[in-house]
């Protein structure tokens, strides 16, 4: 039976590198996978293509998305030329609540995987990420580790080595501009700055 899963965790929770390895499990018994992910990410991009790409090496080429398409259309454009088996999302915290009400539908029939982070820099829910917490069929959080040894919880933004919790929702980065904290070490470093 399909459904619509949503993996979430911090940055670094390897939540890319499961999405490939999911990806290459279905591959490896003869299905097809559209992995795909927002074209506001082009940190992976090489040659004009777009690519999943993971902090341990793994990547793979992936068809992007952006804030005005359609799923239902895609889907249906895609399968036209071939059969999709499953569909698998990255960042999906950045897809619109009508995008992930979109994937809902299709996972009707084909599973439909949603990779990313719950919660932005400021400790709330990104657009994408509520939604998909409220009608996913199954949630998973992919857990990462505080530096202090607790579970992190918080996508702590950084400037200056200084964590900060105000600008942008969307500010592309990795671990030169986030770092994944425990709510009380994020609260130790805003208090001790």
Known sequence: M????????????SKSAQALMC??????????????????DTRDNEDGESYVKTRIGLKAKCSTFSKLDSFLDIIEKTEKQKRIDCVIIDEAQFCTKKQIDELKEISGRIPVLCYGLKTDF????????KRLMEIADSLMEIKQVCSCGRKAEVNARLVNGKVVTEGETIFIGGDESYESMCYWCYKKRIENQ
């Open 2 to 13: 399909s459904k619509l899963y949503f993996k979430y965790g911090t940055m670094g929770s």
């Open 23 to 40: 990806k290459f499990n279905y591959e490896q018994k003869g299905l097809r996978v559209l992995l795909m992910k927002p074209a506001t």
């Open 122 to 129: 400021r400790t709330e829910f990104f657009e994408g990420s």
